[in-house]
């Protein structure tokens, strides 16, 4: 299957700091990008959808401010957290695929904010 | 959404078959059923995703109803790594579209 990576696998920041994360397609130019949060024991959770050269759809309740989202190629997206608080701490997963095809994930982020 | 129905959690013993279920009554013609996995702390893992036809890949069958309101995701040997969540979902409209996580089923394979 396709491969996507994320970078860094973990961070931990300090509260009202910025924290940027990284998702590439490794063997494949990814048309959409999706970012996803799982906070620990639930299931995962749709941020924002990014299609490359356009602005990100963010889901219903996710602050576009606060998750600023760049998909500036095919094969990287980006995800900042800006100002980061500590009920930011979660898992961020982002997913990649090629047009009309299967969604990839990558392995995900985990993030502390103290 | 075509809504999704699976069981909360399955146990499977080592070397056996785990037969998952998955209900989605509501699925319409051209939807798509797939199958992500979830190991703990890591990202998802596609499995294999089907229309009308059973499937088969090297990790998993997908065996859909002909009435397609239902499917199985088949792990014909299960080992202990393949210990997971259970991801059963039709994607939003179109086989491409997005994604909806729901519970999933915990399957747990014993030694």
């Known amino acids: 299957g396709a491969v996507v990576s994320q970078h860094p696998s973990w961070v931990i920041c300090k509260s009202g700091t910025s924290v940027k994360i990284e998702c590439r397609s490794l063997d494949f130019q990814a048309t959409t990008m999706f970012w996803y949060r799982q906070f620990p024991k639930q299931s995962l959770m749709l941020m924002a959808t990014?299609?490359?050269?356009?602005?990100?759809?963010?889901e219903q309740g996710v602050e576009k401010d606060k998750f600023l989202i760049n998909h500036a190629s095919l094969t990287l997206s980006t995800l900042t957290v800006t100002s980061a608080h500590p009920e930011d701490s979660s898992f961020y997963i982002c997913s990649a695929r090629a047009r009309k095809e299967t969604q990839y994930f990558g392995p995900g982020t985990r993030l502390l904010v103290l | 959404d075509a809504k999704t129905t699976q069981p909360p959690s399955m146990d499977c013993a080592e070397g056996r078959a785990a037969n998952l279920p998955c209900n989605h009554s509501t699925i319409s013609g051209n939807e798509y059923v797939y199958w992500y996995r979830q190991i703990h702390s890591q990202g998802p893992q596609y499995i294999i995703h089907g229309l009308k036809n059973n499937e088969t890949n090297e990790m998993a069958s997908l065996i859909i109803t002909e009435d397609r309101k239902s499917s199985t995701l088949i792990l014909p040997h299960a080992t202990l790594r393949d210990t997971a969540v259970y991801y059963c979902i039709v994607p939003t409209g179109t086989s491409y579209g997005k994604l909806t996580f729901g519970q999933g089923t915990i399957l747990t394979v014993h030694p």
């Open positions: 990014s299609n490359e050269g356009s602005k990100a759809t963010y």
